[in-house]
């Protein structure tokens, strides 16, 4: 077991991990923070895509111990966030999910996109989110919501 | 989808990286993760240890120099792509870090990983052949440099010492305006290309290169193909031909699919460089 220190949406954290341990299975069992979905644990579905110092990245490809030192956001701690809550909003208004199992990823990476690309079209969107699979295939209203969220933040509305 | 168990040290300096290396056969260097944790996950990739150079400052240098651009190992391909690097290349190098697997993935995965797991289908090796870029490469015995042609030497083989890392990549500055073009076939965003061609020319009737991946277990130079380009060749019949002489010598193994496939990516991305 190797010691970590982490800042974990916020807070600091010390725990002892297996160096095999993933991200994911860090913030899922040692932590409760089951708002990070595993699908594939090998990088193909994003399911489980989390912030590691502001950076996108699939938690299910990150080992807990290479995240000593380094700041981990995960939807959870997003609660708060503005860009989030107008996401969240337009995923609800357009009907951007069915079962669920991919939003978190889906909105993790939505705010990603938002940021790096201001008012992005659905082409643009549609190849961001290529990483990113839901198996309802429900694609077209996640497309739309994150337009959506894109236009209006980019009307000056929030963000 | 679990990994097996492994130890895991980090490495402070090069020589500790190579020292951890030399000691235990079944050791693997550990960097942006993007393709040995899938590995590991899978249990494709069974090391007894894990030596993670993530922190290592000589595999930050990145700089403009007279001769080119040195850039160092651990630059992840969201930095090229981002444009946080010097671009000599006339954006080529930002484009093609741009179509490397997700966002996500090209947060953490780094371009000295990408070279070292050489994966005959990926993006950089190739590219950085087309650019003639040199591979740094460190150990117990030093450093040393070689042509990224002769770094690779088959599929997922380099010529690594079991105690060496790559440092990072020398690509010569173009004396003249570069004109490029890149084209990927790829069943979906995101993944691996069943063919991918580079061609770079150095002025206008300058010197051009053609490089192709996945066509062969390590990326090959097309010289047929890339002559007859320089000398402004535009009969399609003759460009197919010159391809097709190219593919029988460095990729022979190509079935009548795969021969039309590389084909048509090889003259796609040679319309591209003259559309510049």
Redesign the interface.
């Known amino acids: 077991m190797?010691s970590v220190t982490v800042d974990l949406n916020g807070a600091r954290v010390v725990c002892d991990v297996?160096?095999?341990e993933?991200l994911a299975?860090f913030l899922r069992d040692r932590h409760r923070l089951t708002a990070t979905h595993l699908g594939?644990?090998?990088?193909a579905c994003?399911a489980c895509?989390v912030l590691?110092d502001g950076?996108?990245?699939?938690s299910?490809?990150?080992?807990a111990?290479?995240c000593h030192g380094h700041a981990v956001q995960t939807l959870e701690g997003l609660r708060d966030d503005r860009l989030m809550e107008v996401l969240r909003r337009h995923f609800h208004e357009c009907h951007a999910l069915q079962c669920g199992f991919c939003t978190p990823g889906m909105l993790v990476?939505a705010r990603?996109?938002l940021l790096?690309l201001p008012k992005p079209g659905a082409q643009t969107v549609r190849?961001?989110l290529?990483?990113q699979i839901c198996r309802c295939t429900g694609y077209a209203g996640i497309v739309n919501a994150i337009v959506a969220a894109g236009q209006e933040i980019g009307r000056g509305a929030a963000g | 989808?679990?990994?097996?168990?492994?130890?895991?040290v980090v490495a402070k300096t090069v020589a500790e990286a190579s020292a951890a290396l030399a000691q235990d056969a079944s050791a693997t260097v550990?960097a942006g993760?993007?393709s040995l944790?899938?590995m590991?996950?899978?249990r494709v990739a069974l090391p007894d240890l894990?030596v993670?150079i993530?922190g290592l400052e000589e595999l930050k240098e990145t700089c403009e120099t007279a001769a080119g651009l040195r850039i160092g190992a651990l630059t992840t391909h969201?930095d090229i792509e981002d444009g946080n690097i010097p671009d000599l290349f006339g954006g080529l190098t930002r484009k093609a870090a741009s179509g490397i697997?997700?966002?996500?993935?090209r947060?953490?995965g780094t371009i000295g990983g990408s070279v070292a797991l050489a994966d005959p289908a990926a993006d950089w090796p190739v590219c950085l052949m087309a650019l003639g870029a040199q591979v740094r490469i460190a150990g117990r015995n030093g450093s040393r440099r070689q042509p990224i042609g002769d770094f690779i030497q088959g599929q997922y083989a380099t010529s690594l010492d079991r105690d060496e890392i790559v440092l990072g990549f020398d690509i010569p500055r173009p004396d003249a305006r570069l004109r490029w073009g890149l084209f990927k076939v790829v069943r979906?965003?995101?993944a691996f290309a069943s063919s991918i061609a580079v061609v770079v020319e150095c002025g206008s009737g300058g010197p051009v290169s053609v490089a192709l991946g996945a066509a062969a277990p390590r990326p090959c130079l097309l010289p047929t193909i890339a002559k007859l380009v320089s000398a402004g060749e535009t009969s399609e019949d003759v460009l197919r031909a010159a391809i097709a002489k190219d593919l029988t010598a460095h990729a022979p193994a190509a079935d009548p699919y795969l021969e039309r496939l590389h084909t048509s990516t090889v003259l796609r991305a040679v319309r591209e460089m003259r559309s510049q």
Do not use: W
Not at chain 2, 101 to 105: C, F, H, L, T
């Open positions: 190797t297996e160096p095999r993933t299975d594939c644990e090998h990088g994003g895509t590691v950076k996108a990245t699939r299910c490809l990150r080992l111990v290479m990476m990603d996109i790096r190849y961001q290529s990483g | 989808m679990k990994s097996a168990a492994f130890d895991y550990i993760g993007q944790v899938p590991l996950n899978l894990l993670d993530a969201a697997s997700y966002r996500a993935v947060n953490y979906k965003s995101g």
